[in-house]
């Protein structure tokens, strides 16, 4: 790889071969995965960089570009996306792994209008899963003020869920494909995990299926409405209102939505949208 890194062009791409212009974009994906393996962040950056210049309307890719192309340069291939999208959870979990060392938040203000909006809805549950907890700011909190209550937290970084106490309980996976049997959960909780999801409904549906029938699945994000107000990654995704409502009306009732505070505003901006539903 330190060979290939030496190939690799300002724009992010790699030649196919040697002495040829042309881009293999699977070759490219794969060279993004394994950057982002090593914790060579920034090679693997401009890989997907390059990648996200040439992805088609459609979503896909061909199998190659530029001059002289030869691998299916005029047609769409499944593996091709298939190998961007590994790289992409990569590059979310290898930014989560290197954030960990630095400083992440732990606590929260007693102040916080995510946690109050939390804590209102999660009144009565006693087994209960953070997904995608991070150092476990939120379960410290609730523990802080129910010893008796069952928290689970769950994050796709490992270094994150070191910074967590043994008496909550921690897996490491990914929002899509969550380590628990259904209806596992009174309540699950998601706060400012799924705008880092590749494939945020699909996430929801997972949320929701870990959570008994009767039980609370209940989502805090930020508001696409307030898109530039706040430095976010490249991949992060935030959301509006009534789409999340539909992606949790698939498979729950009761569904609605409400601007919340956050940090240091304890009053709703609209920046925070704190979205709640009760599982079928």
Known sequence: MDRVEKLQRPDGSVPAYPGVDWVCT?????????????????????????????QNRSGGFFGSYGRGAEYFPDKEISWAVKFFLDASWWRVRSAFEAEAAKDYPEHLSPDDGRLAGLVHELAGTRRILDAGCGKGRYLKALQARDSGLEL????????????????????????????????HFDAVYCIEALEHALLPEQSIRELCRVVRPGGKV?????????????RRAPWEQWFDRETVEAWLGNWCGEVGSRFIGYDGHPDPTGLFILWRGIRR
């Open 26 to 54: 699977t070759g490219v994906a794969q060279y993004a995965v394994i950057w982002y393996k090593l914790g060579r962040r920034a090679a693997g950056d401009r890989a997907m960089d390059c990648l996200m210049r040439r």
């Open 218 to 230: 209940i989502l805090i994000d930020k508001n696409e409405r307030f898109r530039g107000a706040m």
């Open 152 to 183: 689970w937290g769950v994050d796709v970084s490992v270094e994150m869920l070191h910074h967590i106490s043994p008496e909550i309980r921690t897996r490491r996976a990914e929002l899509v494909n969550l380590p628990f049997p259904d209806s």
